[in-house]
């Protein structure tokens, strides 16, 4: 006999937060107020372009960066506006009866410093929010509770500040290792006492702070050891050590082995992400930890063992992992927050997303598992095949014009510039072709990225177009045959002159790595030669 549930509904003082409504900034009317129906929460970020909002009567500006956590019922009125991007979402409040039924986010305060992760978080959720994935029931929550507790720790370090010490204290240890700091020091600069500081740090950190700062100390001469050869003495000045032996002796207590026995040992190598992975198998290396893309694994190219998830893994989660396979190295994007986690762990090395170009961070890979040769071959072979089919497409169509990679989602649709990959830095690096000029006047290189409604594809004009993805909900779809059927759409000069090309490779063109680039240079080249020697007729629904 099952025994009945005894338990409340609810834990004390929590609340639960569910979205009801998520949508893209771009183009949105919102009108809020006193009279407004079903109260809930509202969270709007704003990820790039620039606009306004009227909040209380008073009107601000809104622009990267720009974000407000407020309740329904404050008197604000968001007018339609194109060249702002972002994410509005509406939410609600589920508690227990007689608690406060409000989101703790709610200050109905504009600020205009969320982080760049923040950002980009909330345009995955939004993606995802548009397009469902059967293999991956929960991620909008995920990434949705990921988001508030991303926003709450923000929002709470602006309010209070005092509270969060230690965060600034990390910070600048992280920005000041190489100086003589003392736990006085530092105590003072926070205005708390000595005791209490190490009290704090310890608790937080799990070591004490001439620990942590040495461990600090270490993960910056490990980072170096893994791309260049020094002196031990130059690299102990240069992390605030007064000579080499007193470093060598400190580096074998943290890393277990000396400086030497680390810069000639093969490395194991922990990546956190597909794109880095993927370049690590060009150099034919099996990561003792990576994260594998779903086209990555229908090229078999992924081993026995289980890989790490690209998404919703938790710091604690991430940081059991990476610390079960004991790597020698880490190598991810810039992790927010993430590094000192992993520090206790092994060095680091953060590879800039939008600074560095895939060839950048594939000869950065290469420099740290010594393999520099060999990327160096396989770029040159890549460049040869560039070449080759350059020369081709002189042949076949002269001189290039301007071309567009569209990912069409399930309301919207997607394009980037060639520092964000998706099949971009093929078109506009190396075949030679340009972004329309609607796309630059949009703000397309500064932004990275344009997301537009799928009925707005007829506005960015181009000699050349091409569908990297097809939507994949029958709505999406159904939208999606409507445009091609629209006037505008057969007007264009691309769908006239037979260069609409159908490609629909999603999980090809996601990645921005060796493998995906040379797979989609190639799927580009074909898709081309196939209008032009096969006579196709232009894409219909």
Not at 4 to 19: D, H, K, M, R
Not at 63 to 84: D, I, K, R, V, Y
Not at 407 to 431: F, K, M, N, P, R
Request: charged share 15%.
């Amino acid at each position: 006999m099952t025994a009945p549930y005894s338990g409340t509904p609810f834990p004390l003082s929590a609340s639960f937060q569910l979205p009801g409504r998520i949508v893209n900034l771009s183009g949105l009317s919102a009108i809020c107020g006193p009279g407004a129906p079903a109260p809930c929460s509202i969270l709007m970020i704003v990820s790039g372009g620039s606009g306004s909002i009227e909040i209380d009567g008073n009107q601000h500006v809104l622009t990267a960066g720009s974000m407000l956590c407020c309740s329904s019922s404050l008197p604000l009125s968001l007018n339609a506006q194109f060249s702002l991007q972002g994410v509005w979402i509406e939410y609600t409040s589920v508690t227990r009866p007689g608690d406060a039924d409000a989101s703790p986010l709610n200050n109905g305060r504009l600020h205009s410093s969320a982080p760049a992760a923040i950002c980009s978080l909330a345009c995955r959720l939004l993606q995802k929010w548009n397009e469902p994935s059967e293999d991956n029931p929960f991620a909008v929550q995920l990434l949705f509770t990921e988001l508030l507790a991303g926003l709450y720790k923000l929002y709470t370090q602006i309010i209070h500040p005092q509270e969060h010490w230690l965060d600034r204290i990390l910070q600048y240890i992280d920005e000041h290792y190489n100086e003589d700091l003392t736990r006085a020091q530092l105590a003072e600069l926070v205005q708390v006492s000595p005791e209490h500081f190490s009290r704090t740090f310890r608790k937080a950190t799990g070591r004490s702070f001439s620990e942590y700062l040495t461990l600090q100390r270490i993960r910056r001469v490990q980072q170096r050891l893994l791309t260049e050869t020094q002196s031990l003495s130059t690299l102990a000045l240069e992390v605030g050590y007064s000579e080499g032996t007193y470093l060598s002796r400190k580096f074998k207590q943290v890393v277990g082995v000396s400086p030497a026995v680390y810069h000639r040992k093969a490395k194991r190598i922990a990546s956190l992400n597909f794109n880095h992975t993927a370049s690590l198998r060009a150099l034919e290396i099996v990561p003792e930890l990576g994260v594998y893309s779903g086209w990555m694994k229908q090229l078999e190219l992924v081993p026995a063992y289980p890989g790490l998830r690209a998404e919703g893994t938790n710091g604690t989660d991430l940081y059991r992992s990476v610390a079960a396979v004991k790597p020698d190295v880490i190598i991810s994007y810039t992790l927010p927050g993430g590094r000192e986690q992993l520090l206790p762990v092994a060095p680091v090395i953060e590879l800039s997303y939008m600074q560095m170009g895939w060839r950048e961070q594939f000869i950065a890979i290469a420099d740290i598992t010594g393999r520099k040769l060999r990327a160096e071959e396989w770029l040159s072979r890549y460049d040869e095949l560039c070449c080759r089919y350059n020369r081709e497409l002189d042949r076949l169509i002269g001189p290039r014009g301007t071309a567009v990679a569209w990912e069409v989602g399930g309301a919207a649709a997607y394009c980037y510039s060639s520092s964000y990959g998706h099949g971009s830095q093929i078109l506009y690096g190396d075949l030679g072709f340009s972004p329309p000029a609607a796309l630059l006047k949009q703000g397309l290189l500064g932004q990275g990225y344009l997301e537009t409604a799928i009925e707005h594809l007829p506005d960015y004009n181009a000699d050349h177009i091409f569908i990297t993805s097809g939507p994949s909900t029958p709505a999406g779809h159904e939208r999606f045959s409507n445009m091609l059927l629209s006037p505008r759409w057969q007007t264009l000069a691309a769908v006239r002159n037979n260069r609409v090309y159908l490609v629909d490779q999603t999980e090809m063109f996601y990645g921005f790595d060796p493998l995906s680039s040379l797979a989609q240079l190639n799927t580009l080249m074909q898709s081309i030669r196939s209008q032009i020697y096969m006579g196709h007729d232009h894409i219909r629904p």
